[in-house]
């Protein structure tokens, strides 16, 4: 009798319990909480077909294989499988039941169709069990939650994933034949998807060598060979190399290649903060562990600047975070312009555009991206090239740059040029509405006829040439580069040590024609500088001379007024004095106003009369002796001396006697040589 029992049971085992598809199909549904058919056809509520196997796992073969959609849905189904096999364990269904992830062992199907959603609280198509209980706890390592497939094969898929809290809606469609399965219509996958993922469009085509880890655990699953093009938004990516699952990506790697119009193409798919730049290309390799991504650019080009990079990005926790280093042999400043709202430099050969009336920077920074990464990265440059005005790059340049919390830094900056150094920090605060500015900068022993691009003809002198220190401290608040500088308080003072100055430039600042025809036509020379400070003081974006004078052994410049940033224009004017002061000597000053798109320079109409040109003397002096001090006269006693002595000479002239017109003081000795 049991010998009988025997045979009947595995007579039926081979024959698959035709008569318990339907006790099955109810079995599944009340385990999984979802409607499951097993059935004939679409049309149909036989299960003629169906077949099911207990040995080794549950083993289901039917024409028809339905799981329904939750009740939340408005899908008529989440999977939808025509010819479909499938295979699970007893443990995967208890677990499934439990709300865990499901873990199907095989899957086949003629033709699939499967609708994945996600809501915002986190419930998700794919999650079974009690539709009531809350979503599972987020899983750092499976944010998903997505279900495992150890071995799934499709003649021809179908996908839609509609994912609220990643913002993506993507259509995909895929072909593939992998496994014990596999014949010779298809190798491998073949997969293609469009749709949108955040704010960008998404495009992408995929190929695989095998398919068997399609939505396997990259902890037990082979890596296999898979080729994808992606274009998401305005960047594209080349990736070839291994993964061990192509829906997650998991145990990503090989080599790369992305190239876009701008770094911040590529972040804003991903939610990642990179700064808007020119057109870039970037080659290297990328390796994802769980869901950490690291990644080695060997080669990147960003517009016409040279880098190297090896960063992590780890995703997970409340903030992503991006760390590692920047390297360049070559940082183009100018392909940085876009991220301070500039524009872009023109393509090679490209028509530059006409320069409109305002040349500030108006459009507005993306402060949300500052809030949606953290970063530390630190930065090292063998070259940073500041423009065609500057004769010599910044070389080296290195600074720290950290984002947190909204706040971008540029902390311990360090940078040489021209014989000199330059050292300080800048802060971008982007945590509310309005970003707010802020920098502390100093310079020290940056020779001037190295760094400023001052060629001229036969070998003339350069127009100007010394050692430059100063500090500049500012501050200011604005939703833009341009709003910013129309806020801006605060100083920027500095000195000329050791200065020589061209006798032309002095000669026209002072517009005397005669003079400066006679120095063209015999050759310019240098003149000492024994004194030249300015202190530029900086109230709600408008710039104003505290003091700004340069004293040769032949004159004196002084120069008063105002720059507005807030309006973008120029109210400047210049006097030049002879040594001996007299405000009779006086020249007519020189005035430099406009806007910046369209400055203008003339003279004063009316010439001086001996009132207003003491009044114009007295006005220029006073500010001198409040400067002095400030200046730093660590390194150079002796300039402070020789504007302490302008400063006295100054005054003596303007409230004392006026000294007799061919005296002149005597220049030091020093500085005369």
């Given at each position: ?7 009947a ?17 109810r ?6 909480k ?15 077909g169906?077949?099911v ?11 028809l294989?339905q799981?329904?959609a ?42 699939l ?16 069990g ?6 599972p706890?987020?899983d ?13 094969t ?5 996908l839609?994933y509609?994912d ?5 809606d993507i ?11 596999a014949?010779n ?9 469009q749709?949108?993922?955040?704010n ?28 994808l093009d992606?274009k ?5 990516l ?16 090989g ?7 701008s770094?911040?193409a590529?972040g804003?798919?991903?939610g990642v ?6 057109a870039?290309?970037?080659?290297g390799?990328i390796v ?8 080695v650019?060997d ?5 016409t ?17 991006l ?7 070559r ?5 940085l312009?876009?991220s301070?709202?500039a ?12 320069p ?9 920074f ?6 949606a ?17 500057f004769a ?25 040029t ?23 900068l ?16 036969n ?5 100007v040439?010394?050692?430059l ?15 910013i ?5 605060g100083s920027?003072?500095?000195s000329?040590r050791?200065?020589k100055?061209?006798?032309l430039a002095i000669?026209?600042?002072?517009i ?6 006679g120095f ?16 530029l003081?900086?109230d ?5 001379p505290?003091?700004m004078?340069?004293?040769?052994t032949d ?5 008063d007024g ?8 120029l ?21 430099v106003?406009?806007?910046f798109?369209?400055p ?11 009132k ?5 003397l007295?006005g220029?002096v006073?500010p ?6 400030l200046?730093d ?22 409230e ?9 003081a ?8």
């Open positions: 009798m049991f010998g009988v029992l025997v045979l049971v595995v007579a039926c085992e081979v024959a698959g319990w035709p008569f318990l598809a339907k006790p099955v199909e079995a599944l549904s009340d385990t999984l979802r409607e499951v058919l097993l059935r004939a056809a679409d049309d149909s509520t036989s299960t003629e169906a077949t196997r207990f040995f080794g796992g549950l083993k289901v073969q039917v024409p294989l799981i329904g939750p009740v939340w849905s408005q899908k008529p189904y989440f999977l939808h499988a025509e010819g479909a096999r499938m295979r699970l364990s007893y443990a995967a269904l208890w677990r499934a039941r439990e709300g865990q992830p499901l873990d199907i062992a095989l899957l086949h199907a003629d033709h169709t499967v609708h994945a959603e996600r809501l915002k609280d986190g419930r998700a198509s794919w999650q079974f009690d539709p009531n209980a809350p979503p706890p987020a750092e390592e499976d944010p998903l939650q997505l279900p495992t497939i150890r071995e799934l499709v003649r021809d898929g179908h839609t509609k609220v809290p990643l913002r993506a259509t995909g469609d895929v072909q593939l034949n992998e496994g014990t399965l014949d219509t298809v190798s491998g996958l073949l997969g293609s998807a749709g949108t993922y955040g960008a469009a998404v495009k992408a085509k995929l190929t695989a060598a095998g398919a068997m880890p399609l939505l396997a655990s990259p902890n037990d699953a082979p890596p296999t060979p898979v080729e992606l998401a938004g305005r960047a594209a080349h990736f070839k190399g291994t993964v061990s699952d192509v829906l997650r990506l998991g145990g990503m790697s080599t790369f290649r992305v190239t876009g119009p770094l911040g590529v804003e798919p991903l903060t990179l700064p808007t730049t020119g870039f290309d970037m080659r390799r994802k562990q769980g869901e950490v991504w690291r990644f650019a080669k990147a080009t960003v517009g600047s040279h880098l190297t990079a090896a960063l992590t990005f780890d995703p997970r926790g409340a903030v992503p975070m760390s590692g280093e920047v390297r360049g042999s940082l183009m400043l100018v392909d312009a876009p301070i709202g524009e872009p430099a023109p393509a090679p050969g490209a028509k530059p555009e006409t409109g009336p305002k040349v500030l920077p108006d459009r507005e993306d402060l949300p991206s500052l809030r990464m953290n970063a530390n990265v630190l930065m090292k440059f063998e070259n940073a090239d500041l423009g065609a005005i010599r790059p910044l070389s080296p340049l290195q600074t720290h740059l950290t984002l947190r919390d909204g706040v971008l830094r540029l902390d311990d900056i360090v940078a040489r021209a014989d000199g150094t330059l050292r300080g920090d800048v802060s971008l605060d982007g945590s509310g509405q309005v970003a707010l500015w802020r920098t502390d100093r310079w020290n022993n940056v020779r001037l006829e190295r760094w400023i691009a001052q060629e001229r003809a070998d003339a002198p350069p127009y040439a010394g050692r220190v100063g500090r500049a401290q500012l501050k200011g608040q604005g939703k833009s580069t341009a709003e500088l129309s806020t801006l308080d920027v003072r500095t000329l050791d200065g100055v061209s006798q000669e026209a600042a002072g005397d024609v005669a003079q400066a025809l063209v036509i015999r050759g310019d020379r240098d003149l000492p500088v024994q004194c030249a400070l300015v202190d003081q900086a709600k974006g408008v710039f104003k505290r003091a004078v340069v004293e040769t004159s004196n410049v002084w120069v105002s720059v507005s940033l807030r309006e973008e224009k109210d400047l004017r210049a006097v030049v004095s002879p040594k001996d002061f007299s405000p009779l000597t006086l020249r007519t000053p020189v005035h106003r406009g806007t798109s369209d203008a320079v003339s003279l004063e109409k009316a010439p001086l009369a001996r207003a040109a003491l009044a114009v007295l220029l006073h001198v002796a409040a400067v002095i001090p200046l006269p660590g390194s150079d006693d002796g300039h402070d001396m020789e504007c302490a002595a302008l400063l006295k000479r100054a005054r003596q002239a303007a004392g006697p006026l000294p007799p017109t061919t005296t002149a005597a220049p030091s000795p020093r500085r005369a040589e």
